[in-house]
C-alpha cells in the first residue's frame, strides 16, 4: 500500500459498481488521502463522476446496517465505579484492544483506523469548505436526516438516561447533595422526558426538534440541573467528605449528562444547512469520543484532582497554624520546636542503644519504626512541633490562598509577604529544633556514661560523623527520601480526615450506644471531640515514624543503600557523635558536618514542600506558567525586606496576610 495513492485504490476497487461489505478499500482509501493534497481529491471525484457514485454507494452500504450506540454511549465514558477496575480495563484495552461485534461503527473505526487521534486531527486540519463539498458530493452531507440514524440518537439518549439516573439514586449519591432533598430529581425527569420523545418517534419517524422547541428547552433545563447537581455534590466534598467510589460515580454521572446533551445538540435542525453541519458533527463526535476511549492520562487526571483537593484542603486547616504573624506567635513556635527538640534528642540515643541489640533486620526496622513513630506521636500530642512536618501542611494553605486571591502585581506582594511569614516561621522551628535536640542528645549520652561508666557512642561514633559528609555519604539523596515521607505522612494526614468526615466517624463515636451504656453519653462525646481533632495527625505521624525507622534496615536486606536523614535528628547524631570521639575531631570534619545539618535541613524543606506545592497546584487546577511571576516578586521582597524572613517585622500587609490566612482556613472536620 505504500507505493498507492487514493487514484489508485479508487480505480482497483470503484470503477465498477462494488457490493462488498470489505473494510479494506475503505482503510486503503483514508491511508492515501492522508498522503495527498486533499484539493487533488475533490478534483479527482469532480472529474471521474462514475467512481464517485460507486465508492459513494460503497460508503452507504457499509455504514447502513451498523448501529452507533455504543460509540455514543461507551467512548470516553467511565465502564467502573472503581479507579482501579477502570485503570486495568483500559491499560488492558491499550495493549490488547478489546473484540468488539463486526456489525457496529465502533469495529468499522477499530479496523479503519489504528490512530484514531491522528485521523480526527487530520480531518480538523481540512479546511471547512473543502470537507464540506467533500461529503457533498459523496451525497452524505445530510445523513443526520435518515431516519435509522435519529432513532440510533434517541436509543442512546435512553440508555444513558436509564444509567445515570441509577446511579444517581445510590444512596451515597444522593447525600452529597441535601440541597436537593425538597426538589423533584431532575434525573427522572429527564428520563421520562427522553422516553415521551422515544415514543413520539416512534408515532412520527418524521419527527425533527428545533432550537425553539419546547421539549428540546426541556432536556436543556433538566440536563442543567443535573449538572448541578453533580457540581453542588463535589462542592460539598469539602463539608462531608467522599470515597473514591462516589467520586467516580459523580465522574460518570457528569460525563453521561453532557454526553445526553451533546446528542440532543444534534437533533436540532433550524435551518437547511444545519443538516451539513450536525451530520459533521456527528462525525467528528464519534471519531473525538473513540480517540480518548481507552486515555489513561485523562483517567487518572480526573480520578485524583478531587481526592488531592480534599487532601490539601484538611491539611490547609493544620497548615495555617505553622505560619507566624507576630512575635508572640513567633516565640510560640520557637518554644514548641524546643519542644520537640528535646524529644527527638532522646530519640536519637534510643536508636543508637536499639543498634546494640541482637536481632534480625527486620527486627531492628521494628525497633526503629516504633522509637520514631511513639516519638512522633508523643510530639503531636503534646502540641510540640517537628520543623520539616510543617511544609506539607503549610504549602496547601499557601496555594489555597494563591488560588483565592486571583493574579495580579498586588496580589503576588501580599503572597510574598505571606511566604515571608512561612520562611520565618521554619527557621526558628529549625533552630529551636537544633538547638534543644543536640544538647539533649548530649546530656543523656554524657549521664549513661556516668551511670554506666561506659562512652557507648564510641563504637558508632565514625559511622555518625561519617553520615553528617555529604562527600563520603548519600546524605542529600537520604534528605530526599526523608523529604518524601514528609510529603507522603501529609497525604495520609489528609485522606484519614477526609475519610473521618465521610463515614462521619466522630458522630458514630458519639452516638454509640454501647459506648453510651459503658461509659456515658458525656465520655462518648469527649471522645468524639478528641478522634475528629486527633486521630488523623496520630496516624500521619505514626506511618511517619515507620517510613523513617524502617528504610535503612529494608534497605540493607535488599542490599540498597538507602537511609533517611532529618535535621534534627542529624543534629542529635552529631552531637553523639562529637562525645564518641571524646570532642576530638579536626577542624574540617566539625565545620562540614555542622554545615550538612542545616543542607539537610533545606533538602527535607525543599523536597516535602515542592511535593506537596505541585500537588496543591494540581489539585486547584492553578496556571503553573505564573510561577515564575510570583517567584520573581518573592525575591524582589527579599531583597527589600530580608530581615522579615528570619525574624518577626511590622508590614505594610499584614492586615492583608491576617485576613488571607483566616480566610484559607475551612470549617474543622470536627465541626462538620
Known amino acids: 500500500m505504500n507505493n498507492k495513492n487514493f487514484k489508485t485504490v479508487l480505480s482497483k476497487y470503484f470503477s465498477f459498481e462494488n457490493d462488498t461489505k ?8 483514508l491511508e492515501g488521502i492522508r498522503k495527498s493534497d486533499f484539493k487533488d481529491v475533490l478534483t479527482y471525484f469532480r472529474a471521474n463522476e462514475e467512481q464517485k457514485n460507486h465508492f459513494s454507494q460503497y460508503i452507504r452500504n457499509i455504514f447502513s446496517e451498523r448501529p452507533f450506540n455504543l460509540s455514543l454511549t461507551e467512548a470516553n465514558i467511565l465502564s467502573e465505579n472503581s479507579f482501579f477496575s477502570e485503570l486495568r480495563k483500559r491499560t488492558l484495552n491499550k495493549f490488547l484492544p478489546s473484540v468488539e461485534h463486526d456489525q457496529t461503527v465502533w469495529y468499522l473505526i477499530d479496523n479503519i483506523s489504528v490512530r484514531p487521534k491522528k485521523d480526527l486531527q487530520y480531518f480538523h486540519n481540512i479546511p471547512e469548505n473543502e470537507l464540506d463539498e467533500f461529503l457533498n458530493l459523496l451525497h452524505i452531507s445530510d445523513f443526520i436526516r435518515n431516519e435509522k440514524v435519529k432513532s440510533e440518537l434517541i436509543f442512546s439518549m435512553n440508555i444513558l438516561s436509564w444509567r445515570v439516573t441509577g446511579m444517581a439514586l445510590e444512596v451515597d449519591v444522593v447525600r452529597m ?11 427522572l425527569a429527564l428520563q421520562n422526558e427522553l422516553e415521551a420523545l422515544a415514543e413520539e418517534f416512534k408515532i412520527n419517524p418524521k419527527l425533527q426538534l428545533s432550537s425553539k422547541d419546547s421539549r428540546y428547552k426541556q432536556i436543556k433545563i433538566y440536563t442543567g440541573q443535573c449538572l448541578d447537581f453533580v457540581n453542588i455534590s463535589f462542592k460539598n466534598s469539602s463539608k462531608y467528605g467522599i470515597s473514591g467510589k462516589i467520586n467516580q460515580s459523580l465522574l460518570k454521572i457528569r460525563q453521561q449528562t453532557t454526553r445526553i446533551l ?40 480526573d480520578s485524583t484532582r478531587l481526592i488531592s483537593h480534599l487532601i490539601t484542603n484538611h491539611t490547609a486547616e493544620t497548615g495555617s497554624h505553622y505560619i507566624t504573624a ?27 542503644l536499639y543498634g546494640f541489640m541482637p536481632g534480625s533486620d527486620f527486627f531492628h526496622a521494628f525497633l526503629y519504626a516504633m522509637n520514631y513513630a511513639m516519638g512522633f506521636i508523643m510530639i503531636y500530642l503534646m502540641s510540640f512541633t517537628l520543623a520539616t512536618k510543617q511544609p506539607a501542611m503549610t504549602a496547601a494553605t499557601m496555594t489555597k490562598v494563591l488560588s483565592e486571591q486571583g493574579n495580579s502585581q498586588k496580589n503576588y506582594t501580599e503572597f510574598a509577604d505571606l511566604v515571608s511569614r512561612l520562611f520565618r516561621s521554619q527557621f526558628i522551628a529549625f533552630v529551636g529544633n537544633v538547638l534543644l535536640s543536640f544538647p539533649i542528645a548530649l546530656a543523656i549520652i554524657y549521664g549513661l556514661d556516668v551511670f554506666f561508666s561506659q562512652n ?25 527520601i526523608a523529604g518524601f515521607y514528609l510529603f507522603i505522612s501529609g497525604i495520609i494526614s489528609g485522606n484519614i480526615a477526609n475519610n473521618s468526615v465521610f463515614y462521619q466517624i466522630p458522630d458514630r463515636i458519639a452516638k454509640n450506644l454501647n459506648i453510651k451504656r459503658w461509659f456515658g453519653a458525656k465520655f462518648a462525646k469527649s471522645l468524639s471531640k478528641y478522634y ?29 543503600d538507602l537511609d533517611i536523614r532529618h535535621i534534627t535528628f ?40 515542592g511535593l506537596s506545592m505541585f500537588l496543591a497546584f494540581r489539585s486547584r487546577k ?7 511571576d510570583i517567584y520573581r516578586e518573592i525575591f524582589r521582597y527579599f531583597l527589600r525586606r530580608p530581615l522579615s524572613f528570619f525574624i518577626p517585622m511590622r508590614s505594610f500587609y499584614d492586615r492583608k496576610s491576617d485576613a488571607l490566612i483566616s480566610n484559607s482556613i475551612p470549617t474543622k472536620s470536627e465541626d462538620h
Open 570 to 609: 542529624a543534629a542529635g547524631n552529631f552531637a553523639l557523635g562529637l562525645y564518641g570521639r571524646d570532642f576530638s575531631i579536626d577542624g574540617y570534619t566539625f565545620w562540614l558536618s555542622f554545615f550538612t545539618v542545616f543542607l539537610i535541613g533545606f533538602f527535607n524543606f525543599a523536597v516535602s514542600f
Open 456 to 480: 557507648l557512642a564510641v563504637e558508632k561514633s565514625d559511622k555518625l560523623l561519617k553520615d553528617l559528609d555529604p562527600f563520603q555519604s548519600k546524605a542529600i539523596l537520604h534528605a530526599s
Open 22 to 29: 470489505s473494510l479494506d478499500p475503505l482503510a486503503e482509501f
Open 177 to 187: 447533595a441535601p440541597e436537593y432533598r425538597n426538589f423533584d430529581n431532575p434525573f
Open 622 to 628: 492553578l496556571n503553573l506558567g505564573e510561577v515564575r
Open 326 to 352: 507576630n512575635r508572640k506567635q513567633y516565640m510560640s513556635m520557637f518554644y514548641k520546636a524546643s519542644g520537640g527538640g528535646i524529644i527527638v534528642g532522646a530519640l536519637c540515643v534510643l536508636k543508637m
Open 532 to 560: 475528629a481533632k486527633n486521630w488523623a495527625g496520630i496516624i500521619s505521624n505514626f506511618w511517619f515514624g515507620v517510613f523513617l525507622g524502617a528504610t535503612a534496615p529494608i534497605g540493607l536486606f535488599f542490599g540498597l
Open 262 to 301: 451533546e446528542i440532543a445538540n444534534l437533533l436540532v435542525i433550524d435551518s437547511e444547512r444545519d443538516y451539513l453541519i450536525k451530520s459533521k458533527q456527528l462525525i467528528f463526535n464519534i471519531l473525538d469520543y473513540k480517540s480518548h476511549k481507552n486515555n489513561i492520562a485523562e483517567l487518572f487526571n
